[in-house]
C-alpha cells in the first residue's frame, strides 16, 4: 500500500507550487503563512497556473480538486510533531519574525526532517559540506542563530529551479509558473528519510491531472540526487543576475544586471562555478 506523508510547508507563495505537486500525488499538505493568507486558502484553496507542452492555455490545479488535502494555518497554530516532513519555502529573512522563528525552533526540537527550497541553503545544509568554513559564511544570514538548532543529516536542499511569481492583479492563494522546470533535490543522511524522498519523487513522477477528458502528464518533478553539490548548481545564475539586481538606491531587472556589463557578468559566472567545483 503507498504511503501517505502530511508535510508542512513554510511559505505559502512559492511553497503552494511544491504543495501543488503533493497534492495531486496524494499527499496532506500544510502551508504556514500570515492570518489572513490562511483564511483565504482554508475558505477557497490555492490556485498554481503553469504552461504545459502541447496546451494552448495555462493549466490552473484547483487544490480543491487535488486527490491530497490541503489546510493552512498560522505558526503558532502548527504541532510540528504532526508531520513526516517539513519544507522551508519562505525568503531566508522572514525566519527572523517571532512567531516563525519560534515554530523553527520546535521543528529543530521534534527532529523532524526538513528540506529546503531556499535560494539562500541554510546553514545546516551547507554544514554536510565538510570543505565549507560554517563560521565564515554565518554573517552572510540575517540571524545565523535559528539554523544552530538544527541537525545537518536531518537538513537537504533543493534547487529551486522553477521560477513562479504572484500575478500583481491576483489575491494571494494564486500562483503563475513562468518556468517550469525541475525540484532537484539531495539525499539526507538518514535511509528512512531518503525512503520518503523516493517514494515521493516516484508518486510526482506518477500523478496526472484530467483536463477536458485528457490525462495529463504535468511539468515541475522532485528529482532525487545522490549528490550534495546538486542543489548549488543555480547558484552561478542566481550571483550573476538575480542578486545584483539591488543597488545602493535603486533595483534593475536581471536582464539589466546581466547585460549591462557583460564581461563581468561572464566572470562572475564563471568564478562562482569554479567556487562550486573547489
Same mark, same amino acid.
Given at each position: 500500500?503507498?504511503? +501517505?506523508?502530511?508535510?508542512?510547508?513554510?511559505?505559502?507563495? %512559492?511553497?503552494?507550487?511544491? &504543495? !501543488?505537486?503533493?497534492?495531486?500525488?496524494?499527499? !496532506?499538505?500544510?502551508?504556514?503563512?500570515?492570518?489572513?493568507? &490562511?483564511?483565504?486558502?482554508?475558505?477557497?484553496?490555492?490556485?498554481?497556473?503553469?504552461?504545459? +507542452?502541447?496546451?494552448?492555455? @495555462?493549466?490552473?490545479?484547483?487544490?480543491?480538486?487535488?486527490?491530497?488535502?490541503?489546510? $493552512?494555518?498560522t505558526p503558532e497554530e502548527v504541532q510540528? +510533531?504532526?508531520?513526516?516532513? #517539513?519544507?522551508? #519555502?519562505?525568503?531566508?529573512?522572514?525566519y527572523s519574525e517571532q512567531n516563525v522563528? %519560534?515554530?523553527?525552533?520546535?521543528?529543530?526540537?521534534?527532529?523532524?526532517?526538513?528540506?529546503?527550497?531556499?535560494?539562500?541553503?541554510?546553514?545546516? %545544509?551547507?554544514?554536510?559540506?565538510?570543505?565549507?568554513?560554517?563560521?565564515?559564511?554565518?554573517?552572510?544570514?540575517?540571524?545565523?542563530?535559528?539554523?544552530?538548532?538544527?541537525?545537518?543529516?536531518?537538513?537537504?536542499?533543493?534547487?529551486?529551479?522553477?521560477? &513562479?511569481?504572484?500575478?500583481?492583479?491576483?489575491?494571494?492563494?494564486?500562483?503563475?509558473?513562468?518556468?517550469?522546470?525541475?525540484?532537484?533535490?539531495? +539525499?539526507?543522511? @538518514?535511509?528512512?528519510?531518503? $525512503? @520518503?524522498?523516493?517514494?515521493?519523487?516516484?508518486?510526482? @513522477?506518477?500523478?496526472?491531472?484530467?483536463?477536458?477528458?485528457?490525462?495529463?502528464?504535468?511539468?515541475?518533478?522532485?528529482?532525487?540526487?545522490?549528490?550534495?553539490?546538486?542543489?548549488?548548481?543555480?547558484?552561478?545564475?542566481?550571483?550573476?543576475?538575480?542578486?545584483?539586481?539591488i543597488l545602493p538606491s535603486d533595483i534593475?531587472?536581471?536582464?539589466? !544586471?546581466?547585460?549591462?556589463?557583460?564581461?563581468?557578468?561572464?566572470?562572475? %559566472?564563471?568564478?562562482?562555478?569554479?567556487?562550486?567545483?573547489?
Amino acid at each position: 500500500m503507498q504511503l +501517505k506523508y502530511k508535510i508542512l510547508i513554510l511559505g505559502a507563495s %512559492y511553497g503552494s507550487l511544491l &504543495a !501543488s505537486k503533493f497534492l495531486l500525488a496524494g499527499h !496532506s499538505v500544510t502551508l504556514v503563512c500570515r492570518s489572513k493568507t &490562511a483564511q483565504l486558502i482554508n475558505k477557497d484553496g490555492t490556485r498554481v497556473r503553469m504552461p504545459v +507542452k502541447g496546451q494552448v492555455k @495555462m493549466i490552473e490545479i484547483d487544490s480543491r480538486q487535488c486527490q491530497g488535502k490541503l489546510n $493552512a494555518m498560522t505558526p503558532e497554530e502548527v504541532q510540528p +510533531k504532526e508531520y513526516d516532513l #517539513a519544507c522551508l #519555502a519562505m525568503q531566508e529573512p522572514q525566519y527572523s519574525e517571532q512567531n516563525v522563528r %519560534y515554530l523553527m525552533k520546535s521543528i529543530a526540537l521534534a527532529k523532524l526532517p526538513c528540506m529546503s527550497i531556499m535560494n539562500m541553503p541554510p546553514l545546516s %545544509y551547507l554544514a554536510r559540506i565538510k570543505t565549507i568554513d560554517i563560521q565564515s559564511c554565518r554573517p552572510a544570514y540575517l540571524d545565523h542563530s535559528i539554523w544552530d538548532e538544527f541537525e545537518p543529516g536531518l537538513m537537504t536542499l533543493c534547487s529551486p529551479d522553477p521560477q &513562479a511569481f504572484r500575478p500583481p492583479q491576483e489575491q494571494a492563494n494564486v500562483l503563475q509558473v513562468g518556468l517550469p522546470t525541475n525540484f532537484k533535490v539531495a +539525499k539526507f543522511d @538518514m535511509p528512512e528519510h531518503n $525512503a @520518503m524522498l523516493s517514494q515521493l519523487d516516484e508518486d510526482i @513522477m506518477n500523478a496526472r491531472m484530467e483536463v477536458d477528458g485528457t490525462s495529463l502528464d504535468l511539468p515541475v518533478k522532485l528529482k532525487l540526487h545522490n549528490s550534495l553539490f546538486v542543489p548549488l548548481a543555480k547558484w552561478s545564475m542566481l550571483i550573476t543576475g538575480n542578486y545584483r539586481c539591488i543597488l545602493p538606491s535603486d533595483i534593475q531587472s536581471i536582464q539589466q !544586471s546581466v547585460h549591462s556589463e557583460i564581461e563581468k557578468s561572464r566572470a562572475i %559566472y564563471e568564478w562562482v562555478s569554479n567556487l562550486c567545483k573547489l
